[in-house]
């Protein structure tokens, strides 16, 4: 595309070979024609948190929270206290309406916030190891966090139940489940413990099942509506769960087929890098569940219990997060620096023969070793669709950790290049000036 | 209708003899402006341009033969031992005036012979009077030095000198006589303020001389009193020995010199009361009320002190006597005996007075610094100073900037587009309207001295009340000193000297205690209003200066008027018998004039007819295309006094834009008018010009444009030299680039143009050519980036709307280039090697006229001009998008933002005839001057952050 600026073919050749699809610069769908940057950082920014209508919250590797407002991407407060990187973010409100953020750090502290005022309301430290995952159960004014143990707090910060070592890799995820029950991941396995609150407002937290049926580690765990959660694994493995009885409700193995197909169904699932088909984000809105495989993405029908949508190769490098949006348009980030934004659409006419090049995907029972027919026999899902690329956003000079919709109000996205941008709909920032301008210059009397 | 009473009553016209001034420039004022009846559909005085009217005469031939560089500021004196002389030149360098011989050039400004001529003791008056002059400006001219002078005379007072006043004088000197002419109102007013700052320090200066000068005196007296005292019970009591007959005498003239004193105070305390003819005399108010509270303390006290006896009552005798030994001369401050109070004892320690003061040649005089009080000389000298670099450049250029200043005035919300930061010269502007304040209080709190306010009703009862306290104290003392019988009989009139005005000028003053004035303030009223009266109009026939007088030395007040008190010797003031000029006697008619219609009863007698001025020869009045507006010629010049004009001997002098110069205009709030100038006729050699004379002046010195085409990032001060080049730069763009219109429409539309060059002096040239046109480009170019090496980021993007890049073949070049593409949806890439250009289409006519490359204009500073005037109109249409309420808003709440947004497009489709992509242009114009509007630039910068707007559209690439 720019071989004329460039004047050599190097870095030519090399865009043109990797496979990943490019809208171009004309994108009539995509609304996000302003944007902020948000500096503050001075490290990754990894964590993003929605605070109320018009706050959000950041943390990264620096040890900063930082509070900001969407409207105006003024930064509110700087919540300093953490001597090394943020682990863990999440906000907590106990029904007085109240918001309040709990981090936890690498310096083996957790801290409790007021947003309002930047004030360190509450803070441990010195705990046994560093907390990887944060767990607020608002129904029970508790919350949990993971790391190496499994711990159970009450909103004072009081510790109620303590759960020792699990293994060495330590919790990667937790998930709230119905019945006062919580979903631990732990390596492969899934542990679920249920949470019993005595009258002397003591917890008992007790272990019911093991559910062990991934075969690599586990990256996502989350809950897709009351009766189900999904979890995904670094093999690519997707498995949906009873969240009653805990049972394997389906289990799909994602796999992007290198483009020779091989005999040998062992020697295919060597091959493909594991990272290129690890799943590093689920999310769903109850029906449909979107996993971030690889550089891919995945659009699985819990319904159905069958794939509505894929691309292998969304986006140039690993896919950090997604988030579905309502009828059918999902988005997505990266570490090549891109947000993407997708629709869901109906294929034309012959279902893409061309996207089998990239794909293959096996449809496991329990236990049952199928081999190449079936890959063809997935490719004739009646209702497979297409995921068409609607928009990118492109600002960021590192991987885009994540992000958070504030829906009309804008876009947040955090990156490894220590900034935040804040991307708006142009025109309606441009009528709220409007409306700005013209209050203003009633208020003034005239010009 | 009161401008024109007012423009009235500063009228003056005056007639001098010329002492060996055989080219003194004649100047009369045209102070008519107010009284043109004014179209109401005619544009206002500050949009409109006047078409130059002598488009063959050559404004710029320069045939100057000054033996000075450049224009400089001559502060002299004439000294009453020495004669003129100068004292300092602004700016101090010597080279400056080269071999120009500043002495002579002291003694031709100074032997203009100005003031009224002063006598300290009027004949026939009590107490000498101080002469409230105002000051004079007069404009002279040597044609055989080649230089040229606008001279403004005042006078300071010196209690040790020969009528308490010392006459200076500060000259604008410049080679180029109509530059003087022309900039006549603006040199008066900012002369005018150096010598008001000069007068405000020299009367307090004064006051303190005052203070120190009574206390001797009243210390003397006590001291002789009581000296005569005892010898008077030593000696028979009816036997005046000779040395008996000497004391008295003495004590006598003590105390004639202690109410002399006295009065001296009270006359410079009433200062502030003053009614001023002046049109520039503005003042701190601050200043004023300090100094007049202080004089007032003074005054209060040596009301009570006047009382010999009560002073020598309370002074103990051995610490009189202590005293008399105590020859040392105290040095302290008059504000410290002004906190401890009348009846504390002061701390400056009396000196005894001898009978015999030095006279003159004996003395050193005192030096312009002791004359005034420190902080004000140097305020003076800062304020000259800066004249001086206000005055820089030829006229001309002084006319562009000012043309150029007062039209971007009027649209000071967009001005931050394209126009460079006006904030320096708006400053400028208020502080020449504000009266300069040496310790800077008066920002806020000045006030006007214009239109006077003559001091008729209540005011003057409380003068009269507060000064009521003198004649009492005389009457006591009179009582006292009966019994010597010593005093004359003029001591006895003395209770009826009610100065409760000022007495501005001697020859009034002269007259006023000749005769008794007893009557109370109503009467006086009375008089001075007949006076007025029947002496307004009458002087007229025989005060007419001889028509075919080629020369009317200019004297624009030189002396002033008697105010209501004094108003009865006005009657006399034609048959004085004292040796008056007659220009005087004329200048001091139109002071009475003013009185007049100050007074307001008599004005429509005295306001003149618009029709004549003072015309010497009809050869002058070529190209008179409009009758009103050019003077028409009248011998009966006098008939019309606020009309003035400059007539001068050489016919090229006399230019038809003097008549929009007007001097002395009494409202100098109003933007000076006439200094419009077509811009298009000449502007290209304007900077050419200035460009020649070596003005390699930075900034600050030149037009605000300037700092527009400049190109950017050297910290805003940028000379000429690089302005010229910008224009020739952009100028060369747009004819060598056939996509030059699109280029300039990425910038203008906000999108950000990054040059891409390997040679790092054609990639800068562009880019400070290219800066021309960038929105906003903040006040020292932070919107420009003209050379970058390393790869760029979204905040540069962001921060700079113009980038220079190097384009390298390492591999930090690479990631350079990697950072264009990465970003290429946001920024058009100008290849300066290759000479292509890869933006989005642009296919809108809007630009058509400011980039053609086919263009007729062949220099760079026209096409500026040209660019200028473009992007002005640009401005002006983004003002009106910004500002129409129904285009961003609904009407109705019925209404949804289509339907804005399809309105909103409507006018700019139908009603300005644009394209989208003109639309575009007009679009980002407009959101930057909404949030200019809503968050000023000098906000902290923290708290809101920018945005940054794009949209996504193909490019496509450009070759030439």
């Known amino acids: 595309m720019l071989r004329w600026i460039l004047g050599g073919r190097e870095v030519q050749s090399s865009v043109e070979k990797s496979p990943v699809l490019c809208i171009g610069e004309e994108q009539p769908k995509n609304c996000f024609t302003e944007l902020q940057v948000l500096k503050g950082h001075f490290d990754i920014v990894r964590f993003l948190v929605q605070i109320d209508d018009f706050r959000f919250a950041s943390a990264g590797d620096d040890g900063l929270v930082l509070v900001w407002s969407v409207e105006t991407g003024e930064r509110l407060q700087e919540l300093r206290g953490h001597a090394q990187q943020i682990t863990a973010i999440s906000t907590f409100s106990c029904g007085d309406g109240f918001t309040s953020l709990i981090t936890a750090s690498s310096d083996r502290s957790l801290s409790l916030w007021d947003p309002d005022t930047g004030n360190r309301v509450q803070t441990i430290s010195d705990l046994q190891s560093s907390v990887k995952c944060l767990l607020v159960l608002e129904r029970l004014s508790v919350w949990l966090s993971g790391g190496e143990e499994l711990c159970v707090w009450d909103k004072d910060f009081q510790l109620l139940c303590h759960r020792q070592k699990h293994s060495d890799t330590g919790i990667a995820a937790l998930v709230e489940l119905p019945k006062n029950c919580v979903a631990v991941a732990v390596d492969k396995e899934i542990v679920i413990y249920r949470l019993t609150l005595s009258s002397d407002s003591s917890v008992l937290l007790d272990e019911i099942t093991r ?115 309502s009828d059918g348009e999902l988005m997505s980030c990266s570490e090549d620096g891109s947000v993407r934004m997708w629709e869901i659409q109906d294929l034309p006419l012959a279902a893409e023969p061309a996207s089998a090049g990239f794909f293959g995907m096996w449809t496991f029972g329990r236990s049952s070793k199928q081999l190449g027919p079936q890959s063809k026999k997935a490719l004739e899902i009646p209702n497979l669709r297409t995921l068409e690329l609607t928009g990118d956003l492109i600002g960021h000079s590192g991987a885009v950790q994540m992000f958070l919709s504030f829906r009309e109000k804008g876009l947040v996205t955090c990156s490894t290049d220590h900034l935040l941008i804040l991307w708006k709909d142009g025109e309606r920032q441009s009528r709220l000036r409007s409306q700005a301008l013209f209050q203003k210059l009633e208020e003034n009397g005239g010009l | ?323 008399q030994s105590d020859e040392n001369r105290g040095e302290e401050e008059v504000d410290e005996d002004d906190d401890e109070g009348i009846k504390r004892r002061p701390s400056y320690t009396p000196q005894l007075i001898k009978a015999k ?108 009340g507060l000064k009521s306290q003198g004649p009492l104290g005389l009457a006591c003392k009179a009582a006292t000193t009966q019994e010597l019988g010593l005093l004359g009989s003029h001591l006895d009139s003395s209770p009826s000297d009610q100065t409760l005005e000022t007495q501005e000028s001697s020859e009034g003053t002269k007259e006023s205690f000749s005769s008794d004035k007893s009557g109370t303030d109503q009467t006086e009223k009375q008089e001075s209003l007949a006076s007025i009266n029947t002496e307004g109009p009458d ?226 040239r562009l880019v400070s050519a290219l800066a021309l046109f960038v929105p906003n480009p903040g006040k020292s170019g932070e919107r420009v980036q003209p050379w970058l090496s390393c790869p760029f980021t979204l905040v540069d993007l962001h921060r700079w709307k113009l980038i220079g890049l190097q384009r390298v073949a390492s591999p930090a070049g690479s990631s350079a280039l990697y950072s264009l593409s990465r970003y290429s949806r946001y920024i058009s890439i100008l290849d300066a090697d290759m000479k292509t250009l890869r933006c989005p289409q642009y296919r809108g006519q809007l630009l058509a006229n400011m980039a053609d490359h086919r263009t007729y204009i062949r220099r760079g500073s026209t096409y500026f001009l040209h660019l200028q005037s473009a992007l002005c109109r640009l401005a002006a249409r983004a003002f009106l998008l910004t500002f129409t309420h129904h285009l961003h808003l609904p009407v109705s709440p019925t209404e949804g933002p289509e339907a804005v947004e399809a309105r909103r497009r409507g006018f700019l489709q139908e009603q300005l005839g644009l394209d989208e992509e003109d639309g575009q242009i007009l679009l980002y114009l407009s959101r930057l001057i909404a949030q200019r509007y809503l968050q000023p630039a000098n906000s902290d910068g923290c708290a809101a952050v920018p945005c940054f707007s794009f949209n996504y559209v193909t490019s496509v690439l450009y070759k030439i």
């Open chain 2, 1 to 323: 209708m009161t401008v024109c009473a007012s423009a009235a009553s500063h009228a003056s016209l005056s007639n001098n003899t010329m002492i060996g001034s055989p080219d003194v420039v004649a100047f009369t004022k045209e102070d008519e402006y107010g009284q043109a009846s004014q179209d109401p559909l005619d544009l206002p005085e500050e949009f409109s341009i006047p078409l130059y009217p002598l488009a063959d005469s050559n404004p710029w031939a320069k045939t100057s033969y000054a033996k000075f560089t450049k224009d400089f500021i001559l502060i002299s004196e004439f000294s009453e031992q020495v004669g003129p002389q100068p004292l300092l030149t602004i700016p101090g360098d010597p080279k400056v005036c080269g071999t120009f011989d500043l002495n002579y050039f002291s003694l031709r400004i100074m032997s203009v012979d100005y003031q009224a001529s002063f006598v300290g003791h009027p004949p026939g008056t009590g107490y000498p009077r101080l002469s409230f002059v105002e000051d004079s400006r007069v404009v002279l001219g040597d044609s055989k030095e080649g230089a040229f002078a606008y001279v403004h005379h005042f006078t300071l007072y010196d209690l040790e000198a020969r009528g308490f006043v010392r006459p200076f004088c500060m000259a604008y000197v410049a080679a180029d006589e109509k530059k003087i002419m022309l900039q006549f109102q603006e040199l008066s007013l900012r002369f005018s303020q150096a010598s008001e700052c000069l007068k405000a320090g020299n009367r307090r200066a004064f006051a303190k001389e005052l203070q120190r000068k009574l206390q001797d005196l009243e210390y003397t007296h006590s001291v002789l009193q009581r000296e005569e005292g005892l010898q008077r019970e030593a000696g028979p009591q009816c036997v005046y020995s000779a040395h008996a007959v000497e004391k008295a005498n003495e004590l006598a003239n003590v105390e004639k010199s202690i109410y002399e004193h006295r009065d001296l105070l009270k006359q410079i305390s009433a200062y502030h009361r003053r009614p001023r003819r002046d049109p520039h005399a503005v003042s701190c108010q601050k200043c004023m009320t300090e100094c007049l509270r202080e004089c007032e303390e003074l005054l209060d006290k040596y009301a009570k002190l006047a009382n010999p006896l009560g002073y020598s009552q309370r002074v103990p005798k051995g610490e009189g006597d202590e005293i």
């Open chain 2, 539 to 764: 002087p007229d026939s025989d005060l007419t200066p001889e028509p075919d007088q080629n020369t009317y030395p200019e004297r624009e007040s030189s002396s002033e008027d008697m105010e209501t008190t004094a108003g009865e010797d006005d009657c006399d003031t034609g048959q004085d018998q004292t040796p008056v000029s007659l220009l005087e006697v004329v200048s001091e008619l139109e002071a009475r004039k003013d009185g007049g219609c100050e007074v307001g009863m008599h004005s429509e007698l005295l306001v003149p007819m618009d029709t004549a001025c003072c015309m010497a020869q009809e050869g002058f009045l070529y190209e008179a295309a409009d009758p009103d507006a050019v003077p028409c010629l009248s011998p009966n010049s006098t008939l019309n006094p606020s009309k003035v004009l400059v007539v001068n001997q050489e016919p090229h002098a006399l230019h038809p834009i003097q008549d929009e110069y007007t001097v002395g205009s009494p409202c100098s709030e109003s933007p000076p008018p006439g200094l419009e100038l077509p811009v298009g006729v000449f502007g290209d050699a304007v900077s050419r010009s200035s460009m020649e004379d070596g003005l390699e002046c930075t900034m600050s010195a030149s037009t605000g444009s300037d700092r527009a085409a400049s190109p950017l990032g050297y910290g805003g001060s940028v000379t000429l030299r690089q302005r010229k080049k910008a224009g020739q730069g952009a100028l060369r763009f747009v004819r060598q680039y056939s996509f030059a219109v699109q280029a300039l429409w990425c910038l203008l539309s906000g999108r950000t143009l990054v040059v891409l060059g390997a040679d790092e002096g054609r990639v800068r």
């Open chain 1, 211 to 325: 559910c062990s049926d991934h075969h690599d580690q586990i990256r996502a765990l989350i809950n897709v509506n009351d009766g189900t959660f999904a979890s995904g694994s670094h093999a690519g493995e997707l498995i949906l769960w009873d969240s009653a009885n805990f049972r394997n409700v389906a289990y799909e193995h994602i796999l992007w087929e290198e483009s020779q197909p091989s005999s040998q169904m062992e020697i295919r699932l060597a091959t493909p890098k594991p990272s290129e088909m690890s799943i590093q984000h689920l999310t769903s809105n109850g029906r449909l569940i979107l996993a971030a495989v690889g550089s891919g993405l995945y659009v699985y029908d819990i319904v159905t219990k069958a794939v509505v949508a894929y691309r292998r190769a969304a986006h140039d490098s690993n896919v950090l997060h997604t988030m579905l949006l």
């Open chain 2, 357 to 464: 003061s030095a006279k003159c040649f004996d003395k050193r005089l005192k030096t312009l610094q002791e004359l005034c009080e420190e902080n004000f000389y140097e305020a003076t000298v800062e304020l000259l100073k800066e004249t001086e670099r206000s005055f820089r450049g030829d006229l001309c250029y002084l006319y562009t900037r000012r043309l150029d200043k007062s039209l971007r005035r009027n649209q000071k919300i967009v001005n931050f587009l394209f126009e460079a930061d006006l904030t320096d010269d708006v400053e400028d502007e208020a502080e020449t309207l504000r009266p300069f304040c040496a310790v800077n209080h008066a920002i806020d709190n000045y006030m006007h001295l214009n239109p006077p306010h003559i001091v008729l009703g209540s005011e003057a009862l409380e003068l009269n």
